[in-house]
């Protein structure tokens, strides 16, 4: 089925015709966007914890300029969140593991404002975990964003990853929340849950917390956006938590709750869209959802 692109951006016509390109071959790790270079993020370059003066004061700005943008742009309708379903699942007594599928730049905030919204963030943070790149070389307020605003970022650089796992320690046992894309790519306005990668239930299993799976489905809104598409309706689902069985390895544990966050997502995706889940590599013919 061919795309029609007569009146939508050029650009994100050929990220959907990538996505399902990926799709039919079976890649679900890879992203999609044109991401700025990677710089490799070195130990020095970062102080997860935002815990000198300076980083303090930038983390408090960021933050309520990210908090700014989002809450205009949810009421100039570039983001809807049409409803919210389970947030008393994310009223937990520790820190934790949330997962979330990861299709827009805005997903983060979506869940950030759940929480917000319904006063679970008055005394607890949410971190989210983004990529090197994003954190070492992405222009602009982004930029800003990715560098101050409660984030923890990826490394390729084996000494950094190190001070990352203890940041996520210490964050964790302070009670806060952790944010992490188990799927590993941003697919634009994918509806389906994409397979799972074990580093989040890893690191929760780790630090004996639990995970918290959140799941955002989209409907078409009635209202077309500046790339030609509609404007998605965000319902956040927030699942039971997972919790680590005590009577279980790390290794045992982090896949028993991998397999169970992915199973959560397919019930989810499978009611809300009242179709089976599968997968174009799997079916053998080209469908965009």
């Not at 995970?211 to 689902?237: A, C, K, N, R, W």
Request: net charge negative; aromatic share 14%; with cysteine.
């Amino acid at each position: 089925m061919m795309i029609d692109n007569t009146v939508k951006d050029p650009e994100r016509v050929k990220i959907q015709e990538k996505i399902i390109e990926l799709e039919k071959a079976g890649i679900f790790d890879k992203d999609v966007e044109d991401d700025p270079e990677t710089i490799p993020l070195e130990p020095e370059m970062i102080n997860y914890l935002k815990d000198g003066f300076k980083d303090k004061m930038y983390n408090k700005f960021a933050y309520y300029q990210a908090v700014r943008f989002f809450d205009k742009s949810v009421a100039d309708k570039k983001v809807i969140i049409k409803d919210v379903i389970g947030i008393e699942n994310a009223m937990l007594d520790s820190g934790a593991i949330v997962t979330c599928n990861h299709f827009n730049p805005y997903d983060s905030f979506s869940v950030e404002k759940s929480k917000r919204d319904a006063g679970i963030l008055k005394k607890r943070k949410l971190y989210k975990v983004i990529r090197e790149g994003n954190y070492t070389n992405f222009p602009g307020f982004f930029g800003f964003i990715f560098k101050y605003c409660n984030t923890l970022p990826l490394s390729s650089v084996k000494e950094t990853m190190k001070k990352f796992l203890k940041a996520c320690e210490e964050l964790l046992s302070r009670g806060d929340y952790i944010l992490i894309y188990p799927e590993q790519s941003m697919w634009w306005n994918y509806r389906k849950p994409k397979p799972l990668k074990p580093g989040a239930f890893s690191i929760a299993t780790k630090n004996n917390v639990p995970v918290l799976p959140v799941f955002i489905t989209m409907e078409d809104s009635d209202i077309i956006g500046d790339d030609g598409y509609p404007v998605q309706e965000y319902t956040i689902h927030f699942s039971e938590p997972i919790y680590p069985d005590s009577n279980k390895t790390n290794k045992e544990n982090e896949k028993i709750m991998m397999e169970k966050n992915y199973e959560i997502w397919k019930k989810i995706y499978e009611e809300f869209y009242k179709t089976p889940l599968v997968y174009l590599n799997e079916m053998g013919k080209n469908e965009e959802k």
